[in-house]
């Protein structure tokens, strides 16, 4: 039996209580990474546009810097692979956004992430993808979805994760969105995952995208007879 404790997302918390349960974690975040020199932390205003993000009422600018690099790894890779890549950024993209990560920056931080995957590591993951290609219904979908994406978290871990959105932020853009990252996805990763799956059956555009998406990554792998 599970006896983790449920998660509660960050955007469900008053300013007060947001404030109370960031802060350990922001000062933790900050002390592994350190301001660039001559640049100080406001930790108030940090912590009110953390808050303020999650909400929906800070917007995160994007550089794109990896778009070259990103694509230029994927040359030469399989259809089957191509398609694998479209269904984790499809997935990794509506995690981002749970995690309270500005909306237009989850499709890009999720390319981001998964451009740096390596082809092994693709492959490890090739019972997940096809378990959501074979998942009947938005529930067994949505579980599918959570352990793809529990699957690539063990491969990358948080550090991973950050360092794949650091060269496309600003520093302290890349802070605040970091901070929250891992305050959710250490309480998500510590829970079963049940609210996220919740979240997700609800999300129908989601899920219809996901199904095209999904459909054609079995066709393209082999896996329709």
Known sequence: MNTSAPFVGLEKQDFETFQNTIKPVL??????????????????????DMFDMIQGGYEIPWTNS????????SVGISACTAKEITVAIDCF??????????PDVCTKAATALIGELTKAQL??????????????????????????????YDLTGIGKILDALEDNMSWY????????????????????GASFIAELIVMT???????IDAVSMADACGWIS
Do not use: M, Y
């Not at 492959?123 to 994406?149: E, P």
């Not at 853009?173 to 079963?192: E, M, P, Y």
């Not at 555009?205 to 199904?211: M, P």
């Open 123 to 152: 492959d490890s993951l090739s019972k997940s993808f096809q378990a959501i290609s074979d998942a009947d219904g938005a529930v067994d979908t949505a579980t599918a979805v959570f352990n793809l994406i529990s699957g690539i």
């Open 27 to 48: 000062d933790n975040f900050l002390a592994d990474n350190p301001p660039p020199h001559g640049q100080i932390v406001e930790k108030d205003k940090a912590i009110r």
């Open 205 to 211: 555009a989601f899920l219809t995208q996901l199904g």
């Open 66 to 73: 990896n778009a070259n690099a990103n694509a230029a790894k």
């Open 93 to 102: 993209s509506v995690f981002f956004e749970f995690l309270g990560v500005t």
């Open 173 to 192: 853009h890349w802070f605040i969105v970091g901070v929250v990252v891992t305050a959710q996805a250490v309480a998500l990763f510590a829970s079963d």
